[in-house]
């Protein structure tokens, strides 16, 4: 098993409270013994792993930072550390957990009726109803202001049209929040996947994130009563703070899929023999890996300072962007030259480092781009928005 400690330069480990360091150890030890085993296997056949479902309820992984309703209410750093151990397994399974929790759980939460979130919390919190989040649409998803999925009143009913793209969870999930255009602006809905006219379509032949599901959904007169809408839920700034709720998450998981690159390659160095020593006996390799660990480092410690941020609501959107653009970029170089150092090896799916990779690189995409997190930051810095 790979301590938490074993590459904490910084002895970030003592920044964590006691509750922080179980709920860290008890993910870390399922992350171990169900996730590594079966989650190559997983990628190379491009099956999302169902069968952890279970254990991440169990676990009360689902909806952690929820207080009541099921939810487990752990502090935000714990839900750091939960993402963290879970990204080290592979990103799909944290996309899986940050989805359901963070997206759609946390959507409800924040924008639901007492009812909407009565009904539907629970049993999302023990894994019996799977969400997804229908806010990125075909025509660019760096752009949810010329959103077209159109939402119309029909009386006291409403009738919703449109089509949303690459939406993890979507193909698996029981409902979806989805986001549309309407009279009074932007709004949201609850939406149950066998309602007449909701269609849905896996999308095959991904490079990255193969052990996720990604889909298109298709919305066609789909008819809704009024209370399917999220009251709550008005104007896309609903929308970019659940993002936000997300991002956080990303810059913590990020850490998970450097740490085990970089494990991976201090291991393997360790025991590879070349011209009559182990490359971690040569300069150039000893190098390279005090590079990834400086890197690793100023990640761990931007999110642990973040998380304390976010403790004290005081984490503002553009600090949660440098985050997530900075501890997703970061591990996508660990894992590049942690691929490297393998050399043939680092090839197969017996090995960790290029499917972190792979994964990584919609990572860096995905609820936000790194040139849409720039921008964030530079709008911060000069007062003006350049979007």
């Known amino acids: 098993m790979l301590t938490a400690d074993s590459l904490d330069l910084y002895d970030r480990e003592a920044l964590l409270g006691e ?21 190559g296997r997983c990628f190379a056949e491009h099956r999302f792993p169902a069968e952890l479902l279970p254990g991440l309820a169990e676990l009360g992984l689902l909806g952690a930072t929820l207080r009541g309703y099921g939810g487990a209410g752990v502090s935000n750093i714990a839900y750091g ?75 006291s009913d409403w009738r919703l049209n449109g089509a949303k793209q690459w939406i993890t969870n979507g193909g698996i999930a029981d409902v979806a929040i989805i986001w549309a255009r309407a009279e009074e602006g932007i709004v949201a809905f609850i939406v149950e996947t066998e309602t ?49 709720r ?18 991976e390659a201090l291991a393997f160095t360790a025991n590879r023999t070349l011209f009559g020593r182990k490359l971690a006996e040569t300069q150039s390799i000893q190098v390279r890996l005090a590079n990834c660990a400086r890197k690793l480092t100023v990640a761990q410690l931007l999110a642990i300072r973040l998380g304390e941020l976010k403790e004290q609501n005081a984490a503002s ?53 790194r040139t849409i997190h720039e921008l964030v930051v530079g709008r911060l810095l000069t007062g003006h928005a350049a979007f």
């Open 196 to 244: 007449r006219g909701f269609g849905r379509k896996t999308i095959e032949d991904k490079l990255s994130l193969r052990a996720s599901n990604t889909a298109e959904l298709f919305l066609e007169d789909v008819a809704l009563p009024d209370e399917a809408r999220l009251p709550e839920a008005i104007g896309l700034k609903a929308a970019l703070t659940c993002l936000d």
């Open 246 to 263: 997300a991002r956080y998450g990303i810059a913590w998981g990020a850490l998970g899929a450097a740490r085990a690159c970089l494990a």
């Open 81 to 155: 550390l939960i993402c963290e151990e879970l990204e080290r397994g592979d990103s799909a399974v944290r996309s899986f957990v940050s989805v359901q929790t963070s997206l759609v759980m946390s959507c409800i939460d924040s924008f639901g009726s007492e009812a909407q979130k009565e009904r539907w919390l629970p049993p999302m919190a023990r894994g019996e109803i799977i969400g997804c989040f229908g806010l990125t649409e075909p025509q660019g998803g760096s752009d949810p202001a010329n959103m077209r999925t159109s939402a119309q009143r029909s009386g």
């Open 317 to 369: 959107p553009a600090q949660i962007s440098l985050a997530k653009w900075n501890n997703v970029d970061t591990a996508l170089e660990i894992a590049r030259e942690c691929r490297d150092m393998l050399g043939a090896a680092g090839i197969t799916t017996e090995h960790c480092s290029m499917r972190h990779m792979l994964n990584l690189e919609t990572v860096a995409t995905y609820e936000g781009t």
């Open 19 to 39: 509750e922080e360091r179980l709920i860290r150890d008890s993910v870390a030890k399922f992350v171990d013994r169900e996730v590594l085993p079966i989650i």
